[in-house]
Each structure stands twice: as structure tokens, then as C-alpha cells.
């Protein structure tokens, strides 16, 4: 088989919705640092109906495609409405071709590159389970984020561990890594779209016996996020309602 069209190793989905003032040096950064692995990784940048001159300005700022060493970074995917980042990932992960883990990052640059590869690396040396980034403030590991979203994660991990999960501590941090069977066995059950996309993909996973191992990792805080603590809370409320509901059986 021609070794450019042997499947990568891993699909690595970036969703960016208006993403132009952080996306590309992350994405540049991350290019860099996955290049000089000893596999191969496609980095998928999925944009979710971004305003038109917001993804006039990433095109420019970033060039696509280009390959880098083991590392390919196709044109970007461009969605026509923006749906939410779980449309977005999943709509990356249908163009993932056979590769043996599909994953995603979220775009605002918060998860270092080193730690995106750290991880690659480890589900190479766990390749019967699912890796789900977590931010857990520890000895060793840097955790910076504002008061605010500590308190709007605390709120929705306890009312994910008293309802669905109680082993769970952080199902939102936004890099996840799926061993391509897992991610076949669980697909068609996936339906949030927004950002509990996340904890859907968790109960999937838990759902069908597929084990998931939580990693604690460096996660730095960048400005401009599009989280709301209100808005946010309610809504993430009413996803683990919905999430249980959908789950019972199992739950």
C-alpha cells in the first residue's frame, strides 16, 4: 500500500466557531509538536458556521492544507450553520477514514500541545481505552482557570456524579481520544450537539462496557471564552437530565 494513503493513526478534530484571534498560533504550535512524533496524526480544523469574515481571517492567518513531518492538516471542513461543538466534532469524525483513534481539542488553545501529544502517546501504550483529558489541580500537574468556571465545573460534575456517574471528575475538558472500534460500537447512540456532547459520548462509552480512563493534565485559561456561568449552568442542568433519562437503563 502507497504509505500516503495508509490511514493515520489519529484524527484529531479541532470544532472552531469564530476561532480567527486563537486558533492560529495554537494550531500552528500544535503542527509543530505532533510533526515530530513517531506516528501519524491528520489535524481536521471543523468550522461551525462561523461569520464570514471571522473564517476569511483564519484562511489567511493559516495555511491549508500542509504536511509537516507525520502530521497532515487538511482545508478545513466548513459547516454551513453553526449547530455546536458536538455537531462539529462528529461531523469531523465522519471524514476520518479508518484511522485508529479519532479525537478532538478545543480550539481557544487552553490544553498545551505537549500535553495533546503526551496523550496520543499514552493511548498508544492503552489501546483498549477511551483517554478523557482532566483538569484535576494536583502536584504536578497547572491548572489555571477563573473562579467562575471552577464553580460552573464543580456544579455540573456534582450533579453528574449524584445522578449518572459518581466515579466522574471532570467530563467537559475538551480533549478526548476514542479508539476507532469504541467509536463504531457507540456512534449512532451520540445525539447532543452542543456541549454536552461530551458526557453524551461519556455515558456511551460507560453504556456499552467500554472502559474510560480519566488523565489529569496541564490546562491554561486563554481569554475570550465563550463560556457563561448562568446561561451555562442551566443548560448543562438540563443535558444530565435529559442525559439520564436517555441513559436509565443502564444508569
Known sequence: MNEDARPPDFFLVIPSYNESGRLPAYLSSLLENLSALPFSTVVRVVDDGSDTGDLESLKKMQRFPQTTGNCKCPAILELPKNLGKGNAILEGWQSSGGAAWVAFVDADGSIPPEEVCRLF?????????????????????????????????????????????????????????????????????LTERKFAFDLDLLMALLSNQLPVIEVPIDWLERKGSKVKVLRDSLALAASVLRLKRKYQPWT
Open 121 to 189: 502517546q499514552l493511548a498508544r501504550q492503552n489501546p483498549g481505552f477511551s483517554l478523557f483529558a482532566s483538569r484535576v489541580k494536583m502536584l504536578g500537574r497547572k491548572v489555571e482557570r477563573k473562579f467562575s468556571r471552577h464553580l460552573l465545573g464543580r456544579f455540573f460534575a456534582a450533579m453528574v456524579g449524584c445522578s449518572i456517574c459518581p466515579d466522574i471528575y471532570d467530563s467537559q475538558c475538551g480533549f478526548k481520544i476514542i479508539p476507532r472500534e469504541h467509536y463504531n460500537r457507540i456512534s449512532t447512540l
